[in-house]
């Protein structure tokens, strides 16, 4: 498995592809607000298992921390270390840039997840498209 950062319009159009198949169709999240006002200014991410893109994630700087987004790996893919890869290359990614502490808006299914790779719980259970969040940070 690799990581890269996006640096064309085509590996961009298969990040949102992956994205569409796990929130839009697979939680139903309305796609207006999954591919939205922050996609330009994001830096983009997608994971390669043998040349096939299997996964994706966005980062971008909000609040003097970086945020992490968008992390998503297609069904037949989970379980497997590719969300953790994903996570790895964002975490470099920002301590390159100079973050001292990435935050995110974690699913509550998924708050174990990110338990294990160092973030903490900082807010109160909040519905994001209709799905349970909470927030997390993370120190690098």
């Known amino acids: 498995m690799e990581v890269k950062i996006v640096s064309n319009d085509n590996q961009l159009q298969e990040a949102f592809s992956i994205r569409k198949k796990v929130f839009v169709e697979e939680q139903q999240v309305p ?78 299914h998924a708050i174990p997840f990110y338990n294990k790779l160092g973030y903490e719980i900082v807010s109160e259970e909040f519905l994001d498209a209709g799905i349970p969040h909470r927030t997390m940070i993370k120190k690098i």
């Open 31 to 108: 796609l207006e607000e999954e591919i939205d006002q922050y996609e330009d200014e994001a830096v983009h991410f997608l994971l390669y298992d043998q040349n096939l893109p299997i996964g994706a994630g966005r980062f971008r700087p909000v609040d003097g921390f970086g945020k992490v987004e968008r992390i998503c790996v297609l069904e037949d893919h989970r379980k497997s270390g590719s969300g953790k890869a994903i996570m790895d290359k964002i975490e470099e990614y920002g301590k390159r840039e100079g973050y001292k502490k990435l935050k995110l808006n974690a699913q509550t």
